[in-house]
């Protein structure tokens, strides 16, 4: 296990920057998700850690030891690949051991080793089959036994369950996470899907255009955003958002915004007659009946048995509302929209910058 560390890392393609001055700490041990929109430079800043990309500027450390310049063979490192990448003519036992093959290690030391690897991931009525008798999920698991057998300091995943089908992806979330609180190896792991980093961290980074926007637990970036980005970024549904202007009367202060003043909580740094990006979630709206709160028109109903998601118009403005159960209300019925204060999110529009 070891520590990962980036101090100032820059990455340009010709002309085109596309990773500007990222720095940041990983502890040993440590469970970190990348996450970001496709772009952001996330797939990048790991084909850098594991020494598969050059880097433009700054410095990668691996256990306190500079690795800007060593071959990725050097680095101690595993990654599993998206596509699994595994060698087709070899059985799943010859695929996991191939690396310790190439370093002429000890025979009965690659047994154990590949034996260990195979109990931990169920693979053991699978030592002898081919890549192609597996299934998706057996094939990723195949390459992640591939990793552990090397017992590398750091584990790399590059959108490893992107190729899986839903159910599928649930299941492998679960084992990844069960596998590095069985492992404790430090683990850095890139996905686009915000559902994955919300399960699977123990912190989150999200990118976008090459740069940090937060870094933070996943419920702090659930229930804090620090900007814009990040707060419609995480959480699914995504937060509901519109813009509106900060109206503040001695200690009383609101909204101006759809077809209403919509309430917000205490504030210490906002001025009155602020533009702002009005922010509430999903699952933070409450449903009452017609005149109980904020007028809402009823677009959709979507039950899903737990949950149900309604569409709603409130004065030409779309909103999502999730309840915990059922409900009665039916297309074209109005409701009212009850809104917890302290659940509400304000951002500036000049900056997108969280208000306090």
């Not at 192609?132 to 390459?143: H, I, T, Y």
């Not at 839903?166 to 492992?183: D, F, G, N, P, T």
């Amino acid at each position: 296990m070891a520590s990962v560390s980036f101090r100032n890392i820059q990455k340009a393609f010709g002309k085109t920057k596309v990773i500007h001055g990222i720095g940041f700490d990983i502890a040993d041990g440590e469970f970190v998700v990348l996450v970001g929109p496709s772009g952001c430079g996330k797939s990048t800043l790991l084909r850098m850690l594991a020494g598969l990309e050059e880097i433009s500027g700054g410095e990668i450390s691996i256990d306190g030891k500079v690795v800007n310049d060593l071959e990725s063979k050097d680095r101690d490192i595993a990654m599993v690949f998206q596509s699994y990448a595994l060698y087709p003519h070899m059985t799943v036992r010859e695929n996991m051991a191939f690396s310790l093959k190439l370093r002429d290690a000890d025979k009965t030391l690659t047994d154990r080793r590949v034996g260990d690897a195979a109990r931990i991931l169920n693979l053991d009525p699978l030592l002898d089959r081919y890549p192609r008798e597996l299934s998706g999920g057996q094939r990723q698991r195949v390459a992640m036994g591939r990793a552990i057998v090397r017992d590398p300091k750091v584990f790399l995943f590059d959108e490893p369950l992107s190729n899986l089908d839903a159910k599928l992806r649930v299941a492998m979330r679960a084992e990844i996470k069960a596998l590095h609180q069985r492992l404790k190896t430090t683990t850095v792991y890139v996905t686009h899907d915000q559902i994955e980093a919300m399960t699977m961290a123990d912190r989150i980074v999200v990118m976008h255009d090459g740069i940090i926007e937060q870094i933070g637990t996943p419920l702090e970036l659930f229930d804090r955003p620090g900007n814009l980005f990040v707060a419609q970024f995480i959480g699914s549904p995504a937060m509901n958002v519109f813009q509106g202007t900060l109206r503040r009367d001695g200690v009383r202060a609101w909204v101006d915004g759809p077809g209403s003043a919509w309430p917000v909580g205490a504030l210490s740094n906002a001025k009155d007659g602020q533009a702002v990006h009005y922010g509430i979630r999903p699952g933070d709206i409450e449903i009452g009946a017609a005149g109980e709160g904020i007028a809402a028109k009823v677009v959709v109903v979507e039950p899903t048995g737990a949950e149900t998601e309604l569409l709603l118009d409130v004065a030409g403005t779309q909103m999502i509302v999730v309840l915990h159960g059922r409900t009665a209300a039916q297309p074209d019925d109005t409701v009212g929209l009850k809104i917890a204060a302290q659940s509400v999110h304000l951002f500036d529009q000049g900056n997108g910058q969280r208000i306090e």
